[in-house]
């Protein structure tokens, strides 16, 4: 099961952290990531880990988001700074089901992952 929290609404140049909380598997073991959408628009990848820890990132938010993970609290994170009107989006987290690392095919992984949260809303205002 994985449960997202953190979402909000901010404005512009602010900064969020999501929290996706796994529970029934581990964490650190399986390729992982977020991916957002906003109604009428496809699904896009935002970033992706590897079970070794190597991170992926969309060129849209290179620089100013970060992926991580707590091993300890089987828990993943992605911290958004310098957020724009255009991050406005609800933020999934999802995980693949059963590839380790999830490679150059990351974005192609997390959108179309099998197993995914309830998703968290953050609104980012001008």
């Known amino acids: 099961q994985l449960v997202e929290s953190g979402g909000g609404s901010v404005q512009s140049g602010g900064s969020l952290r999501l929290s996706c909380a796994a529970s029934?598997?581990?964490?650190?073991?399986?390729?992982m990531g977020w991916f957002r959408q906003t109604p009428g628009k496809e699904r896009e990848g935002v970033a992706g880990i590897d079970s070794d820890g190597t991170t992926y990132y969309a060129e849209s938010v290179e620089g100013r988001f970060s992926i991580s993970r707590d091993n300890a609290k089987n828990t993943l994170y992605l911290q958004m700074d310098s957020l724009k009107p255009e991050d406005t989006a609800m933020y999934y987290c999802?995980?693949?089901?059963?590839?380790?690392?999830?490679?150059?095919?990351?974005?192609?992984?997390?959108?179309?992952?099998?197993?995914r949260g309830q998703g968290t809303q953050v609104t980012v205002s001008s």
């Open positions: 029934g598997f581990t964490a650190s073991s399986i390729c």
């Open positions: 999802a995980k693949d089901q059963w590839r380790r690392n999830c490679g150059d095919r990351w974005a192609a992984l997390v959108v179309t992952a099998g197993e």
